[in-house]
């Protein structure tokens, strides 16, 4: 009965989004509401990005419901996926007393809502996984690179690994890349050798894996951090280290990203013996069982950190404290997420539940189990 309330809500708040009107609101059962702001990119000029809001008010509404009690106003607020909507979006939320901002999806929305709301006592509980944004009024719910580097240094640490190089394509997310592994590297106590680049091309690839071989050797390092992904540079830059004959019995190669998706990608054979990251996979294929019931489609890669976001609205609320939404309060519970446990952290960033899984014979096998990384701040 409660799903069906919250469908019928989000056709409603999809015809106020289009028409300018009060948006929608949740359930309102138990003794009284809680004023949310949902701020998602409705509105956007890319279809993509339109039904990639769909699902995020989807997996919000999905938090919401279930809920042993109801006590929250979800209005939805479009910001049009620009820093200008998000803006009239903060202000509006703010001005129809909203207690807590659920979004919004981009960091430079997030960061300019936060602005808006600074000493508002308003949290912002944003998608992004920029640590840039992070602090103050603004929480990063995001997966991000920092937390999963820490969560793999501090294994490799304890396995007697010490030095680190990074490998990640020139640019600005191979900036951002390198600056999570070095601050999750100062975070475990593991040396950070520096990093290697490469051109984010098929020749640049191939053209740079004797330089980053030769500067893994040259410092020493008996652990390099690769930043690719599967869909993007990861194979090639994998095969052409295998051909410039990295040794990868001396030096530990780790991903940021999963390896296990697809499946063909761990049959590489520089991989082999490699480490990296999973969330908890029982948990995350509950949410996504759960979203495609409740919403009719299946979830995207961003979708569960809405539902996480509400979810840390929901159980706060629930705790029945008067200073639930304080960061001391915040920052000292385990909240129950789409792929596992997570806490946030003082920073503003967000730690997450992941296991260290050991890439083998074209399988893999979890050699640390699903827990959170405490180190840093």
Not at 53 to 72: C, D, H, K, Q, Y
Not at 174 to 180: H, K, L, Q, S
Not at 338 to 362: N, P, Y
Request: hydrophobic letters at 40%; charged letters at 15%; aromatic letters at 6%.
């Amino acid at each position: 009965m409660r799903t069906g309330l919250i469908k019928l809500t989000l056709v409603v708040g999809a015809i106020a989004i289009l028409t300018g009107c009060t948006l929608s609101t949740g359930p309102r059962l138990g003794g009284g509401t809680v004023n949310v702001a949902l701020l998602v990119p409705t509105e956007s000029a890319d279809a993509r990005v339109n039904s990639l809001a769909a699902t995020l008010i989807s997996a919000a509404n999905l938090a919401v419901s279930e809920m042993p009690e109801g006590r929250i106003q979800l209005t939805v607020y479009s910001t049009r996926g620009t820093v200008e909507g998000a803006r009239a979006a903060a202000t509006a939320a703010k001005a129809a007393k909203a207690r807590i901002i659920v979004g919004p999806l981009y960091a430079d929305n997030a960061a300019v809502v936060g602005q808006e709301l600074a000493g508002s006592g308003i949290p912002v509980f944003s998608f992004s996984n920029n640590p840039e944004i992070a602090g103050g009024n603004v929480y990063t719910l995001g997966q991000s690179f920092e937390d999963t580097a820490a969560r793999l240094l501090a294994y490799a640490r304890s396995q007697g690994r010490s030095r680190v190089l990074a490998i990640v394509p020139e640019g600005a997310s191979g900036d951002v890349a390198a600056n999570a592994v070095l601050r999750a590297a100062n975070d475990t106590g593991v040396v950070y050798s520096g990093v290697s680049t490469y051109p984010f091309s098929q020749e640049g690839v191939q053209t740079s894996a004797s330089s980053i071989v030769r500067d893994i050797n040259q410092t020493g390092s008996d652990i390099a951090i690769i930043s690719a992904n599967p869909a993007g540079a990861l194979p090639l830059l994998a095969q052409s280290l295998g051909e410039e004959n990295l040794n990868t019995s001396r030096t530990l190669v780790m991903g940021l990203a999963r390896w296990d998706l697809p499946t063909s990608t761990l049959s590489l054979i520089t991989l082999q013996n490699g480490l990296f990251a999973l969330p908890n996979i029982q948990a995350a294929t509950d949410f996504s069982n759960r979203f495609q019931e409740f919403a009719g489609i299946p979830p995207q890669l961003v979708t569960s950190v809405s539902y996480d976001a509400m979810k840390v609205v929901t159980t706060q609320v629930l705790s029945g404290t008067s200073d639930a939404f304080s960061q001391a309060r915040l920052t000292s519970t385990t909240f129950k997420g789409a792929s596992g446990d997570f806490r946030l952290s003082a920073s503003g960033q967000t730690r997450r539940s992941l296991a260290i899984a050991q890439v083998e014979d074209g399988s893999y096998s979890v050699v640390s189990r699903t827990q959170i990384n405490d180190t840093g701040s």
